[in-house]
């Protein structure tokens, strides 16, 4: 029997805990699961929180520590390998105080999102891959590669880019295809990372 006003939250990478507490807001207790079985504390590079990103943590109180975690990033200035200047571009609008983007290491908004999540009490199951979901008369079950199964009113998918929630709702969706870009960044922490650009068809 499933416990109304209950959800299963699918990925727990940046955007699945922030829903799960963004869904406590509105008063519904929601369990992460996580394929991988360690938590990922320490683990990538750095990305940029564009002003849409900061505000949806904001509306959860949550913005904070991941503000404080990094640096302010209003604008962005491509390079060619050479390091000649290519052309220099907001990094989104401000939000209405003067926030703008800010970029910070992944394993600091990681750290940030998880370590607020659990003093809210939001549990976070590791070493649960979810395989397949099946529509009951009171809400959603969940079965995963170990074999066990959870069941939720409602299951939401923040499982990555490679969804598996999204190929079970939509097995005819396009997969991601990398388009042959590839992009690198330097941060006034001189630190480089090199990623694929993934794009969908
Ligand atoms: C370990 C890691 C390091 C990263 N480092 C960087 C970086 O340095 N710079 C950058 O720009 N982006 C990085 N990314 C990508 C970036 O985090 C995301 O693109 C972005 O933050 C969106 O977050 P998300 O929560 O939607 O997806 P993600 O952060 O990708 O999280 C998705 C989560 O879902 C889990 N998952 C996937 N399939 C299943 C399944 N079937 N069942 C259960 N759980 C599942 C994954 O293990 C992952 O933890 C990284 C992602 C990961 C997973």
Redesign the pocket.
Known sequence: MTQPGTALV???????PVAAMALQKAGIQATV????PRS?EG?????TLAPNGIDALRTIDADGPALAAGFPTPRITLRSTTGKPLGTAPAGLPLADGTTSHTL??AD?YAAIHQQARARGVVVQHG????DVQQTDTGVRAR?ADGSQATGAVLVG????????RGLIDPGAPAPATSGWSTSAATPAACT?M?SRVTTP
């Open positions: 699918i990925g727990g990478g940046i955007a699945g699961y996580e394929a991988h990922a683990i990538g590079v750095f990305l290491k992944r908004l649960k891959r979810l395989i995963f923040a499982d990555g880019i490679r969804s598996r929630v990372w990623a």
